[in-house]
């Protein structure tokens, strides 16, 4: 039973993680595609986007800042990509430390 239970809540853990990870992308990829940002749809994504970057990997104080032309869209590409890799790696070490 707490094996299933294991393998069970390994999986929601993965499976969060690469959400969070598919968030980030979806959300890098409308700044670079230039989304309408009044829209509600693309809002919810940036925000959910924002939120799992966690400010450590944020587009306006991350890991790296570009500066001049393109710089917004250089920086989501950039700093939410590295985001949505350290989910996915983070995601996949808890799942094989909670899988039995």
Known sequence: ?????RATL????WLACA????????G????????NRSN???DAVLTAASWADLDVFSRQDGIKQFRG????????LFNWGL???????AGRVFYRIIKP
């Open 28 to 35: 890098a990829l409308l700044i670079a595609l230039d989304a």
């Open 69 to 76: 032309e393109g710089a917004e869209v250089k920086n989501a």
């Open 83 to 89: 985001a949505a890799i350290a989910w996915l790696v």
């Open 10 to 13: 390994a999986q929601l853990v």
């Open 1 to 5: 039973m707490a094996t299933k239970i």
């Open 19 to 26: 959400l969070a990870a598919l968030v980030l992308a979806a």
């Open 40 to 42: 509600e749809l693309v």
